[in-house]
């Protein structure tokens, strides 16, 4: 009998899809090449007292002159990205920093070991009912999208989900799917989001409460697919790890989220740092939602528990330190990821395009069919929002000229904001321009190619939904008098 042979190793592709890094600097030198070739122009702004902003005004749009961006503006993107380096105005630095802070609380937390033991106690008490973990998240997190345009915030929950995830049995992307897309399903259904919908309404003239029924039916809708597209996903890795899209880091990254201290006992100290840990979350969200507060009281926050829960865990002065610094540390890459993706957009704003691109975008819709326009209209802020990933950015600069441009098609100025606030939506699920989504990622150790490999379906999916809806909106709206 012929002895056994080994199968020969598969051969190994020598294409390693880039880092995130590289990404956005390519996307920098991307868009620096395109301000060579798209003309400067300018729509003339005026101030909005509701706004609290210059907005566009229609019908001024002109040429201006030109500035395109060179070999030294590229190099700068990345700083400015943090902040103006001529006028010292903050950009990025303010995320970054926030992002610097919850690091160094989490790593604080985590040297006490009251996650890994918290952790360990609450996946022996769901044993064999993990997977309601994940509508339940997913709907607290689309509450906050829907409500107040849930973004940078979420940033504060990777490293807290990710492990519990894990410890569940499934990987890290599923942990960035239920913030991600949670959130993200939220905000493309935004209802009363001051960010979004309030925004544009706004900027587009009309109550903001015009049209709320059809947003609440797409949030539901797409709530209800999303859901079940990451249970499905969730359950076939618990079933069968390998056929998870980070099988190839699985160990890496368990042994990064999981800590090797001795979680065996969960102490009546463990309970009071996991109270206060709690409720440090609870009141970032009071202070974000009523209080008025954003990245620098957020940032302050962090700062002040992570040394509150280092003393009451024991840690010694020198332990609290050390911890801090270290988590602070671990999330660096995830500070710079963000300065990169902001630099994107101060080359395309000092190159003077984007109100180019806008004024194409409104000669497009001209006199075209009710439904065609609606549709087509959604595509284009679907094109704007990975040019301008702010949403309220992109709301104040886009529905001041788009909308009216609905009253000549028979369109319904609030569904012109629909069609808005879902493009804005389903964009910022996926454009490397953002830094929630490019952040996220980099936190929970999950490559950027897999993730779109992971939400193409979901992408596909949305946006038949969307356009269904919004051309049943146009339906519903009679015939235009």
Known sequence: MASPTNPPPKPTSRFHFPSAYTILFALIVVIAALTWVIPAGE??????????????VAGTYALTEANPQGVFDVIL?????????SSYSANAIDVALFVLMIGGFIGVVTATGAIDAGIKRAMTRLKGREKWMIPILMGLFALGGTTEGMAEETLAFYVLLTPVMIAAGYDSLTAVAVILLGAGIGVLGSTVNAFSTVIASDAAGVPFTDGLMLRLAILGITFAATVAYVMRYAARVKADPSRSLVFDRKAENEAHFRSTADATAFTGLHKIVLLLFGATFAVMIWGVSLGGWWMAEMSGLFLFAGIGIGLIGRLGEKGLVAAFVGGARDLLGVALI???????????????????????AEG??????????????YWIEVALSFFVPSTS??????????????????????????AFQSAAGIVNLVTPTSAVVMGGLAIARVPYERWLRFVWPVLLGLTVIIMAALSLGVLLQGTPT
Do not use: C, Q
């Open 77 to 85: 993107a990345p700083i400015a990205g943090f902040y103006d380096p």
């Open 338 to 360: 963000i300065g990169l993706a902001r630099g994107i957009v101060v080359i395309m704003d000092a190159g003077h395009m984007t109100d180019t691109i806008l004024h194409w």
């Open 393 to 418: 950015g992109l709301a104040v600069l886009s529905m001041p000229i788009l909308a009216p441009v609905g009253d000549f098609a028979g369109v319904s100025r609030s569904l012109v904001v629909t």
């Open 364 to 377: 497009m819709v001209a006199g075209l069919n009710r439904i065609v326009f609606i549709n087509v209209m």
């Open 43 to 56: 729509y003339a702004r005026e101030a909005s007292k509701a706004l609290g902003k210059d907005v566009p």
